[in-house]
């Protein structure tokens, strides 16, 4: 199996500062990479797909890159309203498998 | 707009039965590949199952098959998943999805809580 080394597990940000988050596959997964994200309480949402394409409807403020083994998330210009966990998933082989989630917070 | 909706939730015994279903509109169901996905109370996402679009190929984590089967009704636009001998690891909530282009989830359900416990 796959195994997802998200980072990190928690950060908080300021408003309007950029912010990062990491994941990193076990082997190679070719680009095969989706970032989500979570509001309190909701379902989660579709962020990224294919390591850096935006989901229709998604802010251009989220960006997403990597390759190989690590990928990361960008969110540039925190918004109050990107508060909660977010969570990658690699889509190259089965058993499909996520990274262990980032709690963001406003600070 | 794609709407999925899950039932079924409730609360069973350790070692029965529970089948959840998901009633999906907005799109052709029969096109796409479609997953459960659960997550454990304040823990994280886990995929549960997938099933090809004819329902003919199905994929499970080893942790998981044998115990939960993942079925479809095209002509209903349904999706189901069959769990048996429940345990109480497998309290959570479950989410119907929708598996997007390359084997993401681009549409979730709003979710259904089971919970394991006698």
């Known amino acids: 199996d796959i195994q997802i080394t998200q980072s990190p597990a928690s950060l908080s940000a300021s408003l309007g500062e950029t912010v990062s988050i990491e994941c990193l596959a076990s082997?190679?997964?070719?680009?095969?990479l989706a970032w989500y994200q979570q509001k309190s309480g909701k379902s989660p949402q579709l962020l990224i797909y294919?390591?850096?394409s935006l989901q229709d409807g998604v802010p251009s403020r989220f960006s997403g890159s990597g390759s190989g083994t690590r990928y990361s998330l960008k969110i540039s210009g925190m918004q109050p309203e990107d508060e909660g966990d977010y969570f990658c998933?690699?889509?190259?082989?089965?058993?499909?498998?996520f990274g262990s989630g980032t709690k963001l917070e406003l600070k | 707009e794609v709407q999925l909706v899950e039932s079924g939730k409730g609360l069973v015994q350790p070692g029965r039965s529970l089948k959840l279903s998901c009633a999906a509109s907005?799109?052709?169901?029969?096109?796409?590949?479609m997953a459960w996905v659960r997550q454990a109370p304040k823990k994280g996402l886990e995929w549960v199952a997938t099933?090809?679009?004819?329902?003919?190929?199905?994929y499970y984590p080893d942790s998981l098959r044998g115990r939960f089967i993942i079925s479809r009704d095209n002509a209903e636009s349904s999706l189901y998943l069959q769990m048996s001998s429940l345990k109480a690891e497998d309290t959570a909530t479950y989410y119907c999805?929708?598996?997007?282009?390359?084997?993401?989830?681009?549409?979730w359900g709003q979710g259904v809580m089971v919970t394991v416990s006698s």
């Open positions: 999805v929708r598996h997007g282009l390359r084997i993401n989830f681009d549409y």
């Open positions: 907005g799109f052709t169901f029969s096109n796409s590949y």
């Open positions: 099933i090809s679009t004819s329902g003919l190929t199905t």
């Open positions: 082997e190679g997964i070719s680009t095969d």
């Open positions: 294919s390591a850096s």
């Open positions: 998933q690699q889509s190259y082989k089965y058993p499909l498998t």
